[in-house]
């Protein structure tokens, strides 16, 4: 089945149920698609807007040039989707207790996110933006965050050297945190 330019307008999916189908230009406002079974669908060119996806699952879901705006995404496990093309962006959205783990997202945007507890472990996050992104409890290890823009980013505390951070982007006093396994004093 296939959906083009079709807007979905406040569905309470769990409901209505959810058709696993291939969904191009389309745009879920305002949706309830939290715990639906969103595996195996295709998603391309679309926009979610305002949408709680919180605990959906995404096995083999294909993401492709895909816009979240001020959604809900409480665990997700987005290292359970189709790895080939995997491309979104996240504006004004929570993202708290996610998983990214092992999956290639190189340049993704991440603007105004939260992004507590999330799992960066083993994550290319290159040349990823994280404008006024809030890291608190994220887990970074083995992360690829080279040329990564950080600079308005906070809370984040992770090693620089179990991470790759050559040419990322930081500001003070933010970056004092990378200096937290030294357990030194900085003072002035």
């Known amino acids: 089945m296939e959906y083009q330019d079709k ?4 569905i309470f999916f769990k409901e209505t149920g959810f058709t696993r189908a291939e969904y191009d230009n389309c745009v879920f406002n305002n949706c309830d698609l939290s715990e639906t079974n969103l595996s195996g669908s295709l998603f391309i060119d679309c926009i979610f807007d ?17 816009v ?9 496990r987005f290292d359970d989707c189709n ?12 993202l708290n207790h996610s998983s990214f783990y092992k999956t290639r997202i190189k340049q993704t945007n ?18 990823c933006i994280f404008n006024e992104c809030d890291f608190r409890d994220a887990n970074f290890d083995e992360t690829i965050l080279e040329r990564a ?5 906070y ?9 790759k951070i050559k040419k990322a ?16 004093r900085i003072k002035g």
Do not use: W
């Open 7 to 10: 807007t979905f307008d406040k």
């Open 50 to 66: 305002g949408c709680n996806l919180s605990l959906a699952k995404l096995g083999d879901t294909i993401f492709r040039d895909v």
């Open 68 to 76: 979240f705006k001020a959604c809900k995404m409480f665990g997700l």
């Open 83 to 94: 790895a080939f093309g995997l491309q979104f962006s996240f504006d004004h959205c929570l």
């Open 110 to 127: 991440f603007s105004h996110t939260q992004l507590h507890g999330v799992d960066f472990t083993a994550t290319d996050l290159t040349a």
């Open 149 to 153: 823009d950080l600079t308005t980013a």
């Open 155 to 163: 809370n984040y505390a992770f090693d620089p050297e179990k991470n």
């Open 169 to 184: 982007s930081f500001s003070a006093p933010a970056v004092l945190a990378l200096l937290g396994k030294y357990d030194i």
